[in-house]
């Protein structure tokens, strides 16, 4: 499998990467959440800009993300706007959705691009070399907040991303019941065995806390732990996932 590279960290090789979501509704609050992760141990910011009252503002969206780029310049960062049909908060069209991600592509601000599979294949192709000819890293990814599809589906998914030129492929699901945890994980572990670039999976919820957890074992690269805000269920405190991965390492 290969890795990718993202400033100083080495995604797809050692222990799993820590995510952090950084998550407000306004300048002032964003600066709240920036100082709050003082002391917090994590790999990769992620700047979940549906969460802005401006999210439907791109200029003030690119705003508050030189602000992100400017405090944190060495911290590789995660642009995600993520749309409603997958958990997001500010409703929009797609083509606001693939004009902001192209306007951030093309910012020189950021240093991965969240980019829908659900969204459009043509569309979602577009963006991924948009990425790609920019040096941003093209992550790929999609969200089930009802439930766990088959097992087959879970990998046949992965496999798409892969296929439409993801440099990471990402999928995120709600378990509800322990099977559907093992559903999940086991789909994890065969995509890992032939997977040509870094895969990030997690069952969401309280249900699926091990699969944050457990992604050295199962074949996961990266997890997200909360800060201040968690962005999605389930999400364990930074410092915490740090120490247990470090002790399952």
């Known amino acids: 499998m290969n890795t990718v590279q993202i400033k100083n960290v080495t995604l797809g090789a050692g222990s799993p990467k820590i995510a952090v979501p950084l998550v407000a509704e306004n300048p002032d609050g964003l600066q709240k959440a920036i100082s709050a992760l003082d002391g917090l141990s994590f790999d990769i910011m992620e700047f979940r800009v549906d969460f802005l009252d401006i999210a439907n503002n791109a200029d003030a969206v690119l705003a508050q993300t030189a602000k992100v780029r400017e405090i944190l310049p060495d911290t590789p960062l995660l642009f995600t706007f993520r749309r409603v049909a997958e958990g997001g908060e500010c409703p929009c069209g797609d083509d606001y959705y693939f004009s902001l991600i192209h306007r951030a592509i093309k910012s020189g601000l950021v240093d991965i ?14 963006a991924v070399q948009a990425a790609k000819a920019k040096g941003v890293v093209a992550l790929l990814c999609n969200h089930d907040f009802d439930q766990t599809p088959p097992k087959n589906e879970i990998t046949g998914r992965l496999k798409k991303m892969e296929s439409l030129g993801a440099d990471i492929c990402k999928i995120a ?18 995509v890992f065995q ?7 999976t997690m069952s969401m919820g309280k249900l699926g806390i091990i699969s944050r957890l457990a992604g050295q074992t199962f074949g996961s690269a990266m997890t997200f732990g909360a800060a201040a805000k968690a962005s999605a269920p389930g999400q ?14």
Request: no cysteine; aromatic share 2%; hydrophobic share 50%.
């Open 173 to 190: 699901v709600m378990p509800q019941s322990a099977a559907d945890v093992l559903t999940l994980l086991d789909a994890t572990q065969e």
């Open 236 to 249: 364990v405190g930074a410092n915490d996932l740090r120490r247990i991965l470090d002790t399952l390492a």
């Open 194 to 200: 032939t997977a040509k670039q870094p895969i990030v």
């Open 113 to 126: 691009i969240d980019i829908e599979l659900f969204a459009g294949d043509e569309k979602v192709q577009a």
